[in-house]
């Protein structure tokens, strides 16, 4: 997992772990915003609030392979990215901007826009904070955030973009560090 460095410094290291491993090695960043998000002296492409508000969904596509081309000019091959999350409460300090939005038909629109991107340029895409990390108002980095909905809400808002994102055939779903009692 590539959590920061420069883009030759990360390269060189990159290669130089493939070359000594007699397996492949999968490589990750969380590029939600392109190499930017991770990387240092790499622009970052818009947050998903923002591309969560245009209409045309080739352009998030357009960008997802970007990013993916991106990735694997230094040697990845996995972006825990998209963020599949439906951004239900705006008060939300670990979603918020990294949310396409409030509407889970337009957030697995991109989503899948976004991930179909960069499965396009061969980098594994892993949709994330399964089932729904939206509606907590605390930090998950810091607690354990409570979801409180029922499974049927769950399932018809929260967890619909990975539905989607499933029957697509994405390389893979991170789940959250929630506590979901209806599961």
Same mark, same amino acid.
């Given at each position: 997992?590539?959590?920061? %460095?420069?883009? !030759? =410094? *990360?390269?060189?290291?990159?290669? #130089?772990?493939?070359? *000594? @491993? ?17 990387? #240092?002296?790499? &622009? ?11 209409? #045309? /969904? ?5 960008? %997802?392979?970007? $990013?993916?081309?991106?990735? =694997? !000019?230094?040697?990845? /091959? ?6 599949? #999350?439906? +951004?239900? /409460? ?12 409030? +509407? ?5 629109? =991109? ?11 061969? $980098?594994? !895409?892993?949709? =994330? ?6 509606? &907590? ?18 399932? @018809? ?12 055939? $994405? ?13």
């Amino acid at each position: 997992l590539v959590m920061s %460095g420069s883009p !030759a =410094k *990360t390269a060189r290291w990159i290669n #130089d772990f493939q070359q *000594t @491993s007699s397996i492949p090695l999968l490589v990750a960043a969380d590029a939600e915003s392109g190499l930017g998000f991770r990387i #240092d002296s790499v &622009p970052e492409f818009p947050a998903a609030q923002n591309l969560g508000a245009i209409r #045309d /969904n080739e352009l998030v596509y357009r960008m %997802g392979r970007h $990013i993916g081309q991106q990735l =694997k !000019a230094l040697g990845m /091959n996995m972006s825990f990215a998209p963020v599949a #999350d439906v +951004n239900t /409460n705006h008060f939300n300090p670990v979603i918020n901007m990294r949310s396409f939005g409030e +509407n889970w038909e337009n957030v697995a629109a =991109k989503a899948l826009a976004f991930a179909r991107g960069l499965q396009d340029e061969r $980098i594994a !895409a892993v949709a =994330k904070h399964f089932p729904g990390h939206g509606e &907590p108002s605390g930090d998950s980095h810091r607690m354990l955030p409570l979801v409180q909905h029922p499974a049927a809400r769950l399932d @018809s808002v929260e967890t619909y973009p990975f539905t989607v994102l499933s029957d697509y055939g $994405i390389a893979g779903i991170m789940s959250g560090h929630l506590n979901v009692p209806a599961y």
